[in-house]
């Protein structure tokens, strides 16, 4: 299927990360031009962006749009690894909204930079990467800045409903090279960097007519039922 991103600039925001690095080289792939932000911004086509900074996230947007005269498609997979994050602090409040700061409001001031723009172009794609954690109880930290950011995303996506942009989440549970085919009670199925490029791929894609939606990848939770 010819997804149609030819020709069109990507933003990347975390794109030298684990998954962020192969959602790039995807989205390099089918044609697009991306542009990957990070706070390193090492490479040639890379731009300085600190997502805890709506000064930073603001110039880096307006560099590449003064570069490339548009942004078709944002994807945003800066976060801090769930590991990174202290499970003996998961009700501590300074972890969590260090924690929903770090990924639920990083992926708005970003998005909020980007969508006027496509507003006026009468096209966009952004796709966040959140996480099953969203669904699950038993650690506030994850829990909360997942499902943050998917509430974030939906509203987001009921604003612009209707102006030929559209706004989705892709929730991974565990993420690893070698996904098990094996799922848990309880626990959420796993995927791989590229499944998950594959997947954000096609949202970003002009063939897509999917929004407000958080897709789970890999199984979701085994044994939930959400009504």
Request: without cysteine; glycine residues 10%; proline residues 4%.
């Amino acid at each position: 299927m010819d997804l149609e991103l030819t020709g069109r600039t990507a933003l990347v925001v975390g794109g030298h990360g684990y998954i962020g690095s192969v959602v790039a080289e995807t989205l390099r792939r089918e044609g697009a031009h991306v542009v990957v932000a990070s706070r390193t911004a090492d490479g040639p086509d890379d731009v300085r962006m600190d997502t805890a900074s709506q000064e930073s996230v603001d110039a880096a947007v307006a560099r590449v749009l003064d570069q490339h005269g548009h942004i078709d498609v944002l994807v945003v997979t800066a976060a801090p690894a769930a590991g990174t994050l202290d499970p003996d602090r998961a009700s501590d409040p300074e972890q969590v909204a260090a924690a929903i700061d770090g990924k639920a409001l990083g992926f708005l001031r970003v998005a909020n930079a980007v969508l006027p723009a496509q507003r006026a172009a009468g096209f966009g794609r952004v796709v966040v990467v959140s996480g099953q954690n969203a669904y699950l109880a038993g650690n506030i930290t994850t829990s909360l800045r997942n499902a943050a950011t998917n509430v974030i995303a939906k509203n987001l996506a009921d604003q612009v409903a209707g102006t030929g942009v559209a706004v989705n989440v892709v929730n991974p549970g565990t993420v690893t090279d070698e996904p098990a085919a094996q799922v848990q009670r309880g626990a959420s199925g796993e995927s791989s960097p590229q499944q998950i490029a594959d997947l954000v791929a096609f949202l970003a894609s002009p063939r897509s007519a999917v929004s407000g939606e958080s897709v789970s990848i890999a199984h979701r939770v085994l044994g939930q039922l959400t009504i």
